[in-house]
């Protein structure tokens, strides 16, 4: 459980890596705004970040 008050989403790929973004209201938003950033959804709803996803860990 995090102290954020704001929306973040959180790698699935094993680091534990956790973000948000100052302009997102939602989980979905965050995602938007973080996507050309490299960080992805999968089907399952999981979150991979940048350095997961090109470490494979998908
Ligand atoms: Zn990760």
Request: hydrophobic content about 30%; glycine content about 10%.
């Amino acid at each position: 459980m995090t102290a954020a008050n704001y929306p973040v989403i959180r790698c699935d790929g094993g680091c534990d890596a956790e973000i948000g973004h100052p302009a997102a209201c939602t989980v979905t938003e965050v995602r938007c705004f973080r996507r050309p950033e490299g960080w992805r959804q999968r089907p399952a709803g999981r979150d991979i970040c940048p350095d997961c996803w090109k470490a494979g860990r998908r």
